[in-house]
């Protein structure tokens, strides 16, 4: 059965500093492990997943003091006030894929294993197979530069619309040998990586919803409040460190915090998470 380890979990409690009694929000619920840590200290939790397998199980789980709402967490204002919330003592966000995600062929995130080129995490948006079918050569040549940081990026999106002008590409795999093709052997990992990275922030639109988030959690942050992010790629985590520079937050974390070596062992997912918190001033 698959299982997703909450990443980095006693420091995430820690910069929280959960109050007993007090609210707080996990803008990404997933397997619903730090959301657990936070309730298990006394914590009410306001609980958000874009992705309607996520909610299900979360409700699944009949978790006292956890209210479940199945949401993009760009719509944070939005749900809190649906809610009939103000203010809450803590945000947090742990970005990107859950092990539900990158271990079901169905959802289209692994170039390991063959599945249709969908990549939602929710409902809405293009599926990536739509991306790479519809796209100009140019759109897709700067989604990933941009997104994957890709050196290749042009071949590659040259590589894509010359396959599909044979035939609509259809599955991960198929993708994932374009790109190989294209691009040829890579030393550090597979030659698909960056493109599946690409394509999955381009299709979930995750910078645009966390720059929304992180403006929500300053106007929702009670004083005092904490916010706390773990970000798992460079993209992520600059718009994190330059939204808190130039936010009212006070810093917490002058340099992100990482996870030790054992975490990384018995975790490989946890390799590239950062973490970086901040607090609301006491005006
Ligand atoms: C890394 S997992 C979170 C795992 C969770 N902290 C735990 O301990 O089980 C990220 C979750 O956030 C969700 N997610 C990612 N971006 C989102 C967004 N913009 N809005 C709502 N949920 C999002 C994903 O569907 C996924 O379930």
Same mark, same amino acid.
Request: charged share 30%; net charge positive; no cysteine.
């Given at each position: 059965?698959?299982?997703?380890?909450?990443?980095?979990?006693?420091?995430? /409690?820690?910069?929280?500093?959960?109050?007993?009694?007090?609210?707080? $929000?996990?803008?990404?619920?997933?397997?619903?492990?730090?959301?657990?840590?936070?309730?298990?200290?006394?914590?009410?939790?306001?609980?958000?997943?874009?992705?309607?397998?996520?909610?299900?199980?979360?409700?699944? &789980?009949?978790?006292?003091?956890?209210?479940?709402?199945?949401?993009?967490?760009?719509?944070?204002?939005? $749900?809190?006030?649906?809610?009939?919330?103000?203010? $809450?003592?803590?945000?947090?966000?742990?970005?990107?894929? =859950? =092990?539900?995600?990158?271990?079901?062929?169905?959802?289209?995130?692994?170039?390991?294993?063959?599945?249709?080129?969908? &990549?939602?995490?929710?409902?809405?948006?293009?599926?990536?197979?739509?991306?790479?079918?519809? /796209?100009?050569?140019?759109?897709?040549?700067?989604?990933?530069?941009?997104?994957?940081?890709?050196?290749?990026?042009?071949?590659?999106?040259?590589?894509?619309?010359?396959?599909?002008?044979?035939?609509?590409?259809?599955?991960?795999?198929?993708?994932?040998?374009?790109?190989?093709?294209?691009?040829?052997?890579?030393?550090?990992?597979?030659?698909?990586?960056?493109?599946?990275?690409?394509?999955?922030?381009?299709?979930?639109?995750?910078?645009?919803?966390?720059?929304?988030?992180?403006?929500?959690?300053? =106007?929702?942050?009670?004083?005092?409040?904490?916010?706390?992010?773990?970000?798992?790629?460079? /993209?992520?985590?600059?718009? $994190?460190?330059?939204?808190?520079?130039?936010? =009212? /937050?006070?810093?917490?974390?002058?340099?992100?915090?990482?996870?030790?070596?054992?975490?990384?062992?018995?975790?490989?997912?946890?390799?590239?998470?950062?973490?970086?918190?901040?607090?609301?001033?006491?005006?």
């Amino acid at each position: 059965m698959v299982k997703h380890i909450p990443v980095l979990f006693e420091e995430v /409690l820690e910069y929280l500093a959960v109050k007993p009694g007090g609210l707080y $929000v996990d803008a990404t619920l997933g397997g619903a492990g730090h959301t657990q840590g936070i309730l298990a200290r006394g914590g009410r939790v306001i609980g958000l997943d874009q992705d309607p397998e996520a909610v299900k199980r979360a409700l699944e &789980m009949r978790l006292p003091g956890l209210t479940v709402v199945k949401s993009n967490f760009r719509n944070l204002e939005r $749900v809190l006030d649906e809610l009939g919330v103000g203010q $809450v003592e803590g945000i947090l966000a742990d970005l990107g894929l =859950s =092990s539900f995600h990158l271990e079901d062929p169905r959802r289209g995130f692994s170039y390991a294993q063959e599945g249709p080129l969908d &990549m939602r995490m929710g409902e809405e948006g293009p599926t990536a197979e739509e991306v790479v079918n519809t /796209l100009s050569q140019e759109e897709l040549y700067r989604i990933l530069k941009e997104y994957g940081e890709e050196p290749r990026a042009f071949a590659i999106a040259k590589a894509i619309v010359e396959a599909r002008r044979q035939r609509p590409i259809r599955t991960t795999k198929e993708l994932a040998e374009i790109v190989r093709k294209a691009v040829g052997f890579r030393k550090a990992g597979h030659p698909a990586r960056k493109t599946f990275q690409a394509l999955r922030i381009y299709v979930n639109d995750e910078l645009g919803a966390l720059g929304a988030l992180l403006q929500a959690a300053q =106007s929702r942050l009670a004083p005092g409040g904490r916010l706390v992010v773990i970000s798992f790629h460079s /993209l992520e985590d600059r718009i $994190v460190k330059r939204f808190l520079k130039e936010s =009212s /937050l006070r810093i917490l974390t002058k340099k992100p915090v990482v996870p030790s070596a054992m975490e990384v062992r018995a975790n490989p997912r946890a390799r590239s998470a950062k973490l970086r918190a901040a607090e609301k001033g006491v005006a």
